[in-house]
């Protein structure tokens, strides 16, 4: 079974461009997560999909959006970059939205490296 | 505001020994899960151990066992028989269980295994 996919590995913006990472979820996962993990910061909840709708999303401006594909896949998009963007992004997903409540729990990808210059 | 500390950014351990990494939250409500995730340089979350705040006994998984200590707010890992896969970062991380979308994470520690 494939795990939790992200796209692209790496992706080097300038400052003000817009970024766009992708995530596949685990076949049958209907919620999406977002993190992101800035050196020295550890892992910030950034955006939660389920069944193609935002439920939540943490203390990050509104130039930080997504969307859920009915296929459960999910676009981050980062406008207006900024340095302090740069960070590794995490995807997570889960079985429908009880996440780390359900035997399946919360499985992570690889992550997008993104740096702003 | 839950938060969740690791006061050991680094660690290290000889291949064989036994480790503890801490960790303490912060939190005013009753039920709530921890969890300690591991991230090794594949940059892939795993998790690899978890324990619900209502159950009184210390969750473990194979080599890996946790001290939960409720009234103390404090959740340590324990890494027995240490291997060299084990280097990697550790998370703590916190959830509760009227939000269980939003995981708060602690800022980690980077654990070196020996040979």
């Known amino acids: 079974e494939a795990g939790v996919t992200q796209s692209p590995t790496h992706l080097i913006k300038t400052r003000g461009q817009q970024a766009t990472l992708r995530c596949s979820p685990i076949?049958?996962?209907?919620?999406v997560y977002w993190y992101q993990q800035a050196l020295g910061l550890g892992l910030q909840f950034l955006l939660w999909?389920?069944?193609?709708?935002?439920?939540n999303r943490g203390n990050f401006p509104p130039r930080f959006s997504g969307r859920q594909f009915p296929n459960y896949s999910s676009e981050l998009n980062v406008n207006a970059l900024e340095l302090e963007d740069s960070a590794l992004y995490l995807c997570?997903?889960?079985?429908?939205?009880?996440?780390?409540?359900?035997?399946?729990?919360?499985?992570f990808g690889s992550g997008t490296r993104l740096t702003v210059v | 505001a839950q938060t969740v500390t690791q006061s050991q950014p680094e660690m290290s351990v000889q291949e064989a020994e036994t480790v503890t990494l801490s960790c303490t939250y912060d939190?005013?409500?009753?039920?709530?899960?921890l969890f300690w995730y591991k991230q090794p340089p594949s940059r892939q979350m795993i998790l690899v151990i978890r324990?619900?705040?209502?159950?009184?006994q210390n969750a473990t998984e194979n080599r890996f066992s946790v001290n939960f200590q409720k009234a103390a707010k404090s959740f340590s890992l324990k890494i027995s028989d240490s291997q060299l896969g084990d280097t990697a970062m550790y998370f703590c991380a916190f959830i509760m269980k009227t939000s269980y979308d939003k995981v708060i994470f602690g800022p980690g520690t980077s654990l070196s295994v020996i040979p």
């Open positions: 999909y389920d069944e193609g709708e935002e439920r």
């Open positions: 076949s049958g996962h209907t919620s």
């Open positions: 324990q619900e705040a209502y159950k009184q």
């Open positions: 997570a997903s889960s079985l429908h939205n009880r996440g780390l409540l359900t035997n399946y729990g919360y499985t």
């Open positions: 939190t005013s409500e009753n039920n709530y899960y």
